[in-house]
């Protein structure tokens, strides 16, 4: 039984930015979930596991290009396929 719509490993760090030197698009075919502390969150822009962050967006604060800045959360990062 083989199956024709394996799902990539997922990586160490992955941006959902597609401008990212993190970005892979074929992770983004499927549902990318990510637990954070024990809880899952679902505003999370960018993660690595090793150095155990993630980066959400400020709800209000902007970069000079109108992008939201990031705000660099630390603690346990466990990435999964929903």
Same mark, same amino acid.
């Given at each position: 039984?083989?199956?024709?719509?394996?799902?990539?490993?997922?990586?160490?760090?992955?941006? @959902?930015?597609?401008?990212?030197?993190?970005?892979?698009?074929?992770?983004?075919?499927?549902?990318?979930?990510?637990?954070?502390?024990?809880?899952?969150? /679902?505003?999370?822009?960018?993660?690595?596991?090793?150095?155990?962050?993630?980066?959400?967006?400020?709800?209000?604060?902007k970069d000079r290009f109108?992008?939201?800045?990031?705000?660099?959360?630390? @603690? /346990?990062?466990?990435?999964?396929?929903?």
């Open positions: 039984m083989s199956d024709t719509n394996s799902k990539p490993t997922l990586p160490d760090r992955l941006s @959902g930015n597609s401008r990212s030197p993190h970005f892979v698009a074929e992770c983004f075919d499927h549902q990318v979930g990510i637990r954070f502390n024990g809880k899952e969150r /679902t505003d999370v822009e960018e993660y690595c596991i090793s150095e155990g962050w993630v980066k959400i967006a400020s709800p209000k604060a109108g992008q939201p800045m990031l705000i660099t959360l630390k @603690g /346990t990062v466990e990435a999964f396929y929903i």
